[in-house]
């Protein structure tokens, strides 16, 4: 009799296992379904933010390159007004010299 109940304890261990083996390989499945899916969803997210990091970097590189022609233009621009401020007084001191000869000298 001691030997049946110990089989029958072994055998209702052994259905044990099997039930939980079965349960834990569904939750493993399961698991991998998961992984799977976040995995994909992370994959499109990161070529979304790749993506979007090249439109800006894009845009950064044309605002530099704007703001580099900006600065060439802007010294140019200085440069030119230099030249006619320069030219403005040589014409001042032109124009003393001219009216000191042509009206003499002041009172």
């Known amino acids: 009799m001691r030997f049946h109940a110990k089989k029958c304890s072994l055998q209702e261990q052994k259905e044990d296992l099997r039930k939980r083996l079965s349960y834990t390989t569904h939750k493993l499945e399961l698991l ?3 992984f799977d899916s ?13 993506e979007e990091l090249e439109k800006f970097t894009d ?3 044309r605002i530099q390159s704007g703001y580099s ?25 032109v124009i003393i010299v001219v009216t000191k000869e042509c009206f003499g000298p002041g009172p």
């Open 69 to 93: 022609a900006l600065q060439r233009i802007n010294q140019d621009l200085e440069e030119r007004i230099q030249r006619t401020e320069n030219s403005t007084k040589l014409i001042d001191m």
């Open 59 to 61: 845009k950064l590189r």
């Open 32 to 34: 991998e379904t998961e």
């Open 38 to 50: 976040t995995r994909q969803y992370l994959e499109t997210e990161l070529r979304r933010a790749q």
